[in-house]
């Protein structure tokens, strides 16, 4: 692949429902009935508390007590942690493939995104290809959650250019909008590859 000549020198990728498949309606009832908990309030729950734990700020138990809302046994957490990493790594065949694409055309990737430890360590046991990426930033990491505006700009840094050359890829419009904020582009994604392509024509990349 060779790329025409354009602006963009790198494409960020959020890793849940954009290089993974997003969870199965199974996936989260099955969670729901693991926490004892109706549907509606593993959802909120599950996404209210998940930055400080994103941040490495609490432990898995302590998340999956908040969750539930009351003390887990050690196999309950274990039985959780086990469900929620494998709802969530399932890969999006279709966007490894225009990672790699754009690797090939001499555009720069990288993964940004918001990462417990306990789901890292299981994505990086599993997949190899994560090696292929030229910067990796994980919140657990790194300490800072997406939207704030930093850590799009220590991603750019990393990748060794500017803010304004970048294209960021999430499926959230709060992550897109920090991304923008922090003088990328941006597109929300919602998990068809034809979307990125058309936006990558829009901004001269023809792969």
């Known amino acids: 692949m060779t790329s025409n000549n354009h602006l963009l020198r790198a494409v960020i990728f959020d890793y849940g429902r954009v290089l993974s498949l997003s969870p199965t309606d199974a996936d989260w009832v099955a969670v729901a009935a693991a926490t004892d908990l109706p549907l509606p309030t593993l959802m909120q729950r599950y996404w209210q508390f998940r930055d400080a734990y994103d941040r490495k700020e609490v432990k898995a138990s302590e998340y999956w007590a908040q969750v539930a809302g009351r003390e887990l046994a050690q196999n309950e957490v274990t039985e959780l942690i086990a469900m929620d990493d494998a709802q969530w790594t399932r890969v999006n065949p279709e966007m490894l493939s225009l990672a790699r694409e754009l690797k090939d ?103």
């Open 105 to 207: 055309a001499g555009v720069k990737i990288a993964i940004l995104s918001n990462m417990q430890v306990d789901m890292l360590r299981v994505m990086r046991a599993k997949f190899d290809w994560l090696a292929e990426f030229d910067v990796q930033m994980y919140s657990c990491e790194v300490g800072m959650v997406k939207p704030h505006i930093d850590v799009y700009l220590e991603c750019a840094k990393r990748l060794g250019v500017e803010p304004s050359s970048c294209l960021f890829l999430d499926d959230k419009e709060l992550n897109v909008d920090g991304a923008e904020k922090a003088g990328m582009h941006g597109l929300l994604f919602h998990g068809e590859r034809g979307t990125a392509d058309k936006k990558l024509q829009e901004l001269g990349v023809k792969l």
